[in-house]
C-alpha cells in the first residue's frame, strides 16, 4: 500500500514549493482541502488561475495590477515624489503606514552581478523616462531599498544618474527598531545609526 496516495503526494510537491512552506505544512493545507467542499477548491482553483492569466503590471509604475495603466497618477497623491522599491510588496509595505502619498515605481529586483542581473533587466530606464517627461516635475526620489550589498549597488548607480540631472535623492533612514536594545544591534545597523543621527526633540 503506497501512503500518501501519489495524487497528495504530487499535491503536497507542488504547495511545498511556495516560499515559507514545508512539506508538514504542505501536507496539513492539502489534507485540509480535501475536508472542504468542491465548491471552496473550485473557487481557490479558479483564482489561482485568474491570478496567472488575468493579473498585469501597469505600463507606468509595474505594479500588479487589473490593466496596464492603473491609478498610480491620481490626483489625491503628491505627483512630485516617487519612491523607488524592490518589488510590489515594498509598496503595500510603505502603504501601511499611511505616511507617504507620493507615486511609486517599481523595479522588479535589484542589480546582482553574481546572478547575472544588471540595470537593462530592471525598470531603470523607465524610472529615468518617467522622471523626464512627468508633469509636475519631479522633485525628489526616495529609494526605498534592503540595506543588501545589492540593495546598495541599485541604489548607488541610480543615484549616480539622478544626481547629473539635479534631482534630489533621499533614502529611507536605517537604524535600531522601536524596542529594540542596543547590545543586541549589528555593528552595521548601530553605525548607520550613529552616522545618522537626528536632533532630539
Do not use: W
Amino acid at each position: 500500500m503506497n501512503f500518501p496516495p501519489k495524487i497528495v503526494e504530487n499535491a503536497v510537491e507542488e504547495i511545498s514549493k511556495l516560499p515559507g512552506i514545508g512539506k508538514k505544512t504542505a501536507l496539513r493545507l492539502v489534507l485540509h482541502l480535501l475536508k472542504q467542499d468542491k465548491e471552496s477548491t473550485s473557487n481557490l482553483t479558479s483564482a489561482l488561475n485568474h491570478l496567472r492569466e488575468d493579473i498585469q503590471y501597469c505600463g507606468t509604475c509595474h505594479m500588479i495590477s487589473d490593466t496596464t495603466d492603473c491609478t498610480c497618477r491620481t490626483i489625491t497623491r503628491d505627483l512630485s515624489t516617487i519612491c523607488v522599491v524592490q518589488d510590489t510588496p515594498d509598496v503595500m509595505a510603505i502603504e501601511n503606514t499611511a505616511q507617504y502619498k507620493g507615486l511609486y515605481h517599481v523595479l522588479g529586483g535589484v542589480i546582482s552581478p553574481i546572478e547575472g542581473i544588471g540595470p537593462e533587466d530592471l525598470h531603470i530606464d523607465s524610472l529615468f523616462s518617467r522622471i523626464d517627461k512627468s508633469d509636475p516635475k519631479i522633485e525628489e526620489v526616495i529609494l526605498a531599498l534592503s540595506p543588501t550589498m545589492e540593495g546598495d549597488t541599485t541604489a548607488f548607480y541610480i543615484t549616480k544618474k539622478l544626481k547629473a540631472l539635479g534631482i534630489k535623492v533621499t533614502t529611507i533612514a536605517r537604524g535600531i527598531p522601536i524596542g529594540g536594545e542596543l547590545e543586541y544591534a549589528d555593528e552595521l545597523t548601530l553605525g548607520r545609526s550613529i552616522l545618522t543621527r537626528t536632533i532630539y526633540d
